[in-house]
């Protein structure tokens, strides 16, 4: 089965064509591109197109980072994939940004370790892990400030973009420092391999509320059906 794999969630605007059968990464395109991940995606996923020598009718699966990440860089890669999967009849797979980090970090774990990615407003978004890759724990927001305080201590590895900054904060507290591994989401060719095992709905994964809030202490009166006096 081909995999037409996309990842918004981060900095990174990221597609890839893989091959289940013979697991092998037919094309794929990253770019570090920060913001601006809608006027680029469509570009991205038709230079892997391109390249890969496919045609979208080849393709049976979509798969699609979910975040934890960028509240506008989700809903772009996840209303993409939807897109493609409604367009080309075929099923659409989500996979976790911090799933597919800890996934590449398999290979250099040497014990327990915790993947950390910025969320924003003071947060970090966390999990911990054992040395084959399975969750220790749910997925959980942590404030910055106690974030060090909250790594278990086997942790021998951190993973993610927030893992320099939980690094110096432990050896500013006298704290051993683990590895790091220093990457805002996993490999594309990861997020693509994951989705055939997934059983995640390309729906995005929020770990805190968003910054938008209903107005509560104004609000215009309703005007009646026959535009009269305002409903009260």
Request: charged share 20%; aromatic share 4%.
């Amino acid at each position: 089965m081909l995999t037409l794999a996309i990842d918004t969630a981060a900095n990174f605007c990221s597609a890839c064509l893989w091959d289940e059968a013979s697991d092998r990464v037919i094309a794929q395109e990253e770019r570090d591109i920060g913001r601006g991940h809608a006027e680029q995606l469509m570009q991205v996923v038709e230079t892997v197109m391109r390249s890969g020598g496919r045609d979208y009718a080849d393709l049976g699966r979509i798969a699609v980072a979910i975040g934890p990440g960028s509240f506008t860089g989700i809903r772009v890669g996840v209303a993409s994939a939807r897109g493609f999967g409604l367009a080309l009849g075929v099923p659409v797979l989500g996979v976790t940004t911090i799933e597919a980090l800890a996934a590449d970090a398999v290979s250099q774990a040497t014990g327990p370790f915790t993947v950390a990615v910025r969320g924003g407003r003071g947060q970090f978004f966390m999990q911990d892990f054992e040395p084959s890759g399975r969750p220790l724990a749910d997925a959980r927001a942590v404030d910055e400030a106690a974030a060090h305080a909250a790594i278990p201590e086997d942790a021998r590895l951190l993973v993610g973009n927030a893992a320099a900054d939980i690094a110096e904060r432990l050896a500013a507290s006298g704290h051993k420092t683990p590895a790091l591994i220093d990457r805002a989401t996993g490999t594309i060719a990861t997020v693509a391999r994951l989705s055939a095992v997934s059983s995640h709905a390309p729906v995005p994964l929020y770990l805190r509320g968003a910054d938008a809030k209903p107005q509560q202490g104004f609000a215009l009166a309703r005007a009646d059906a026959k535009g009269g006096e305002p409903a009260r």
